[in-house]
């Protein structure tokens, strides 16, 4: 229940900074570069509640197992002054209370210089977010540095798109505003795969990344990469197919494929969300428990190994290849699906099955020695 309750409030914790970033950038851009966007002020003071509010949710394990043996008093003093996670909250609890009386204050002040501010206070929350990773607990400054900036990078992308979804009150200047964004999401996509990669070799040996996938961690892991392809085939058909029928057809409407895109990445905030509460696998051996390799092999039917001790490979099958090719034609439907002015909803049903099929492949081509 926890796990569940943890995972859900982390994506919604994503959610919120996408939200306030992405109203802030829009502040920015000229109007004729953008279609009008109107973020009402209390989804902004909603958001701030929220950062706070789902940024506790991890550490209540933290206080219900301090709970057992100490009064309230002493674990919220112990939380706050001893552990980083604690001390990492009360800067986040702070920062969000001065955010929410600056939007009080002045959401509706026209100057540039308020957007600039906001955006200042946001950044110094993501830091908070990055105090509590795991890269800065094992890396330290570099480890906060690294998640930081990728954190960051995936919010200025999404905060985009989900504005420009869920608060545009119109198409006009579309193309304009592709014209930008399309940049902006392609230097966006590059950051995040460098600093993602950097991130991984924190957490792991490349080399052991297969084996992981019987682990908890490497699970979440996977299934966040495989989202990673129809984002891409959702990302091709908003920044340059959408251009093409834009031009075509003066009267579509692009909002209901950005949201679609918007979903696929909630998805993968949700699977973020569950990684960042597994332990990463930097010993793989000393994580894999019989019990946790009984449970793997029978859910996938796959021949346990007799010995105790040995290793995984990758080697792909018939049925391992059969089914890669199928998650291709699934992805190409998905793709397909809005050049024939189909239905979103059906598109985003051929990207799951693009993706649940992938993953199965990967998961009969494990053998072990």
């Known amino acids: 229940m926890m796990f569940l309750l943890t995972t859900i409030s982390e994506a919604l914790l994503y959610t919120c900074f996408a939200l306030l970033l ?8 000229p109007s004729d570069k953008k279609p009008e966007i109107v973020v009402p002020r209390k989804y902004k003071l909603i958001a701030v509640v929220g950062i706070t509010l789902f940024s506790f949710i991890p550490i209540l394990s933290i206080v219900s197992y301090l709970l057992e043996d100490y009064n309230l008093p002493y674990v919220l003093k112990t939380l706050f002054l001893s552990f980083e996670v604690g001390k990492a909250w009360l800067m986040t609890f702070i920062l969000s209370v001065i955010l929410g009386l600056f939007i009080l204050i002045f959401d509706h002040k026209k100057k ?4 600039l501010i906001g955006s ?3 950044f110094l929350l993501m830091i908070g977010v990055g105090w509590t990773s795991h890269a800065h607990s094992v890396y ?9 900036v990728h954190f960051a990078t995936v919010v200025i992308w999404v905060g985009i798109l989900f504005v420009v979804s869920w608060f545009s009150k119109n198409k006009e200047n579309w193309l ?5 964004f399309h940049v902006t999401a392609i230097f966006s996509f590059a950051i995040i795969v460098i600093t993602g990669l950097s991130l991984m070799n924190f957490a792991m040996d490349w080399k052991v990344y297969p084996s992981t ?8 892991l996977l299934i966040k990469h495989l989202l990673i392809l129809p984002l891409i085939g959702y990302a091709f058909i908003n920044g340059v197919l959408m251009k093409s029928k834009l031009r075509k057809d003066s009267n579509m409407d692009p909002r209901a494929w950005t949201k679609l895109e918007f979903f696929i990445i909630l998805l993968i905030f949700a699977a973020t969300g569950a990684l960042s509460q597994q332990s990463p696998p930097h010993i793989v051996d000393s994580l894999l428990s019989t019990d946790t390799l009984i449970q793997f092999f029978s859910i996938f039917g796959l021949e346990q190994p007799i010995q105790s001790v040995f290793s995984v490979q990758f080697v792909l099958g018939l049925n391992g290849i059969l089914l890669i090719i199928l998650a291709g034609l699934f992805f190409v439907l998905s793709v397909f699906s809005f050049i024939r002015k189909m239905p979103p909803l059906f598109s985003f049903i051929m990207s799951v099955l693009a993706v649940f099929s992938g993953y199965i492949a990967l998961m009969l081509s494990i053998q072990f020695v």
């Open 213 to 220: 996938w019987m682990i908890p961690y490497g699970q979440s």
């Open 22 to 29: 992405g109203n802030y950038i829009f502040s920015l851009i």
């Open 140 to 148: 330290g400054l570099q480890g906060l540095i690294t998640h930081t």
């Open 112 to 115: 540039s210089i308020y957007p």
């Open 176 to 180: 304009s505003f592709l014209g930008w």
């Open 120 to 122: 200042f206070f946001v």
